[in-house]
């Protein structure tokens, strides 16, 4: 019972090559394009990666661009084939690597589709390793003393300004962590003595943010310090007070952008798979057609089909295959056992 | 004696106009080019005229536009001539058109140079519009509830955290303007009155800058109230403090932002120039080599193509004569009509 049987005339034939000749020229195009999608994500995730505590899911864009490169290959290599598949002498070399062909064509749908999979799966890792780095880029701010942490502060600053954020899970983080540097608190004075010995590991802690957490769109001249001290400031009530700063934490922000990059690139990648299997369809049937072609009588009609036989009966073949070329091998270790002990009652 | 005369055979014309003809579909891309800047240049202009107190001109960049849109229309029109000129019978139809459009070209390159010459000199009058402009941006920053200048605040926040600066000469503009807004403003408070009654105006003006002023680079949080105060804050020298704002003012920034644009599409107007005055010569060639057939019948003929038929000078006395003539004709008539009024 054979799968998806088709009649190619000859003139059907010529049309399936030269259509497929073009597809795999837009499948090479697609090619390309994953592997450059798969550069530009990478980009984006090294652009940001001093607040990223691990690289897990840098994974996706390196499947992406190694994905890419492979599909350009096996698709120039699928050009070819077809150019060369309507004259008989230029076909049969061809003929033999056919098989690893379809196989390779399969993995790399399997692979594309496992990154799409991965990068909606990985969104929980991206997630801990933000809230780790971000800890402690926020813990290392004032720290532009110590070499390896002296950009912290620029790099934080500027991130929240770029993405307007504060903090890690929202403003509040910055009131646990003493971001002003020792070098420019004066500890002669009482409020600073205060401050220090009111918590257990002597930190200056304030209920104040940086400037760079300050929404340029908030009506009023940003309010930094004494945040949560309604009478500090005239006409304030910090429960009330939305557009003073900005309400999203970094780590939700970030999260967020990138989800958005793969959401755009999603679609992208599902359109090269389906391109790729299309391909590998088209190219099934030229080559069955082709084998189907009666050598006296080239120009005569001949039938293409996806497999020789059904599925599951394809798969009992593929079995007994792969068992024949296991037991093959037990058999000859089985002889030489024989042949050993033979030797042995000759010998005594 | 003429001008950079050279032998034409058939072969040889053949070459020379599909080279011309390629390099004007190359002329047409550059118009696009030269377009597209324009274009981008009103934009950029648009999106910051709330700095320049919305009185800016467009001049340039509608000049580029209209200039880019000539320039695609002349070189598609100069494609088609050299597209036809291998064919004897097309080309005869364009033949008279040539003298006045190769005039034409010169007048378009000319254009071209002014233009480009304008869009190096326009750093001048954007200079005194971004002064006025800035000045009355920083006076309506606090004005967030008047309609028309809500937005101001934000505007000019952005503006100094983009690009780097702080005020419109330097970061002192701000002491001497109230950008606070009355409504936050605690009138009963002693500090608030003191301050209101040290100045004519009644302003609440204080040695402070707005949190957009902050550089990011700073070792230290941004100080932005008590900034010329050394004491009110621990170990700070206001005189040798660099990074804690920006130092540059506003006006400068943009001043070197439309600046290097503006230079950049100067350039390039040159550039196209350029090609336009390659491309005419090439044009010139072809007309006169295929104008001056040794043997008109035969097509396969040696010709010579020349720029000008006489030397400079000489042309450029025969167009003073032409001119004189031209002049003197008309007065003649008028004299020659009076002279009849008056005879008869």
Redesign the interface.
């Known amino acids: 019972m054979v799968l998806l049987k088709l009649q190619f005339p000859l003139q059907r034939r010529v049309r399936l090559a030269q259509g497929l000749w073009l597809l795999s020229w837009l499948a090479v195009l697609a090619g390309a394009f994953t592997f450059s999608l798969g550069v530009y994500l990478k980009t984006e995730l090294l652009r940001r990666a001093e607040v990223m505590d691990n690289t897990e899911i840098h994974v996706v864009p390196n499947i992406l661009m190694l994905v890419g490169l492979v599909t350009m290959g096996i698709n120039l290599f699928a050009g070819r084939v077809c150019q060369d598949s309507l004259d008989s002498a230029r076909f049969p070399p061809w003929k033999p690597f056919l098989l690893p062909w379809y196989g390779l064509a399969w993995m790399v749908c399997v692979w594309l589709l496992s990154a799409v999979v991965l990068s909606y799966a990985l969104q929980g890792h991206l997630e801990e390793s933000l809230k780790v780095g971000l800890r402690n880029g926020i813990r290392f701010y004032r720290d532009?003393?110590v070499p390896g942490r002296?950009f912290q502060?620029?790099t934080i600053?500027?991130l929240q300004?770029e993405l307007r954020c504060c903090g890690n899970t929202n403003y509040r983080d910055w009131f646990e962590v003493q971001?002003?540097?020792n070098?420019?608190?004066?500890f002669t004075?009482k409020e600073v003595k205060d401050r220090v010995r009111s918590n257990v590991d002597g930190r200056y802690l304030m209920d104040g943010v940086?400037?760079?957490c300050?929404n340029?769109?908030s009506?009023?001249?940003?309010l930094?310090n004494h945040l949560t001290d309604n009478t500090a400031?005239?006409?304030y009530e910090h429960q009330s007070e939305e557009l003073n700063l900005y309400n999203r934490g970094c780590r939700q922000a970030l999260v967020d952008y990138y989800m958005g990059l793969m959401n755009t690139i999603g679609p992208g990648i599902l359109s090269v798979i389906s391109l790729q299997i299309s391909v590998l369809v088209s190219l099934r049937y030229l080559h069955t057609s082709l084998e189907g072609v009666d050598p006296e009588n080239p120009e005569a009609d001949s039938e293409g089909y996806i497999l020789a036989k059904g599925v599951k009966e394809t798969l009992m073949d593929v079995k007994t295959t792969v068992f024949k070329l296991l037991q093959f091998g037990q058999v000859e270790a089985g002889d030489e056992a024989e042949a050993g002990a033979d030797g042995e009652k000759a010998a005594s | 004696m003429a001008l950079m005369k050279v032998k034409f055979d058939l072969k040889k014309r053949v070459k020379l106009a599909q080279f011309v003809w390629l390099m004007y579909w190359f002329s047409v891309m550059a118009g696009v080019l030269v377009f597209s800047m324009g274009l981008f240049f009103k934009i950029e202009l648009r999106k910051r005229s709330e700095m320049m107190d919305n009185n800016e001109s467009h001049f340039v960049p509608n000049l580029l536009i209209g200039v880019g849109l000539l320039a695609c229309g002349i070189n598609a029109m100069g494609g088609k001539i050299c597209y036809d000129s291998l064919d004897p019978s097309k080309f005869s139809r364009w033949k008279p058109m040539l003298k006045p459009f190769l005039v034409s070209c010169v007048a378009f390159n000319c254009l071209l140079v002014l233009t480009a010459l304008l869009c190096f000199l326009m750093r001048i009058p954007l200079q005194f519009t971004l002064a006025e402009g800035l000045k009355n941006a920083l006076k309506f920053y606090k004005d967030?509830?008047t309609p028309g200048r809500?937005y101001m605040?934000?505007t000019l926040?952005?503006m100094q955290?983009e690009f780097r600066c702080c005020g419109n000469n330097n970061f002192r503009d701000w002491f001497e303007i109230q950008?606070?807004?009355n409504?936050?403003?605690?009138f009963s408070?002693k500090e608030v009155k003191d301050r209101i009654g040290s100045n004519v105006d009644g302003k609440y003006l204080m040695d402070a800058v707005?949190?957009?002023c902050?550089n990011?680079?700073s070792?230290?949080?941004?100080i932005?109230y008590q900034v010329t105060n050394n004491t009110a804050?621990?170990?700070y020298d206001h005189h040798t403090e660099d990074l804690n704002i920006w130092k540059r003012g506003c006006r400068d920034a943009l001043i070197s932002y439309y600046g290097g644009m503006m230079n950049s599409i100067g350039a390039l107007v040159l550039l196209v120039t350029i090609l336009e005055v390659i491309v005419m010569i090439g044009l010139q060639y072809v007309n006169t080599s295929l104008s001056n057939l040794a043997n008109p019948e035969d097509p396969e003929c040696e010709s010579e193509g020349w720029i000008l038929e006489k030397t400079v000078k000489e042309t450029f006395t025969d167009i003073m004569d032409k001119m004189k003539a031209m002049s003197k004709g008309n007065a003649v008539d008028e004299a020659g009509v009076d002279g009849v009024a008056t005879g008869s």
Request: proline share 13%; net charge positive.
């Open positions: 532009t003393d002296c502060k620029e600053d500027r300004m971001w002003i540097s070098r420019y608190l004066d004075s940086p400037f760079s300050c340029p769109g009506p009023r001249p940003c930094q400031h005239y006409n | 967030t509830d809500c605040k934000r926040d952005q955290m950008w606070v807004s409504r936050y403003l605690d408070a707005p949190f957009s902050c990011p680079g070792p230290r949080p941004c932005q804050h621990y170990s």
